[in-house]
């Protein structure tokens, strides 16, 4: 069965700065993987997703994600972080049946 | 353009009551997901279901928890004699039933938001 890991339950940055949110993943086959965020009492809001192609997906509000077969990550990042970016943010693995699995989530705190 | 419209928003239920969850789909689709969110956690999957069919719904407590999708109207969740622990947000998400179409990520609604008491 697929699985999908998130280490950090909080991930803490400084307005400006790089932002990096670690996703680790197990499945069998190939991947397809996404990134999720989550305001709070809202919904999930799709950001990207790898399905084939380049290792470096870009997708909304200036977040890219890095795919790494051999370490079989997607990390979720940002080259400046924005207040606005507060949010829990969802890593999930796509599963034979088109469902997504998801993993715990990380609580990202943008510092102003 | 609606998205994912669900509801009620928010629900109040005692302990022993039914709550019916209710989740119209994107415009074109027809596949339905239903995912439930306790507090501090994540999303776990509950139930896939295409119209009048239920496609796995190997997340689904064995007891109480059903769903359906009728050929007309919306995906229903219901939860019969909820209990305290049944407390969550539940998600229900959609896609498109054309694979060509199907970009594979699913479409969210803002939840249904269940307090039993």
């Known amino acids: 069965a697929q699985s999908v890991a998130q280490p950090e339950d909080q991930v803490n940055v400084a307005e400006g700065n790089p932002l990096t949110v670690k996703c680790t993943y197990s499945?069998?086959?190939?991947?397809?993987l996404f990134w999720y965020v989550q305001y709070p009492n809202r919904g999930l809001q799709f950001l990207l997703k790898?399905?084939?192609?380049?290792?470096l997906v870009k997708g909304s509000y200036g977040f890219e994600a890095e795919f790494n077969k051999s370490q079989t990550s997607f990390h979720l990042k940002k080259p400046s972080a924005l207040v606005s970016d507060s949010a829990l943010y969802f890593c999930?693995?796509?599963?034979?049946?088109?469902?997504?699995?998801f993993g715990s989530g990380t609580q990202l705190t943008v510092l102003p | 353009n609606a998205g994912v419209m669900q509801n009620p928003r928010h629900l109040v239920r005692r302990r022993g009551q039914e709550a019916r969850l209710r989740c119209s789909p994107m415009?074109?689709?027809?596949?339905v997901y239903w995912y439930r969110q306790l507090p501090e956690e994540g999303l776990k999957f509950m139930v896939y279901?295409?119209?009048?069919?239920?496609?796995?719904e190997s997340g689904m407590p064995k007891e109480r928890f059903s769903a359906e999708f009728p050929k007309e109207g919306p995906s229903i969740l219901r939860i019969q004699q909820v209990v305290r622990g049944d407390s969550a947000a539940y998600f229900c998400?959609?896609?498109?039933?054309?694979?060509?179409?199907?970009?594979?990520?699913?479409?969210f609604g803002e939840g249904s938001r269940l307090t039993v008491l």
């Open positions: 279901l295409q119209k009048e069919n239920i496609i796995d």
């Open positions: 499945v069998s086959g190939n991947p397809y």
């Open positions: 999930a693995v796509r599963g034979p049946r088109r469902q997504l699995t």
């Open positions: 415009k074109g689709h027809s596949h």
């Open positions: 790898y399905i084939t192609g380049d290792n």
């Open positions: 998400a959609s896609s498109p039933e054309a694979v060509q179409k199907n970009t594979g990520e699913l479409f």
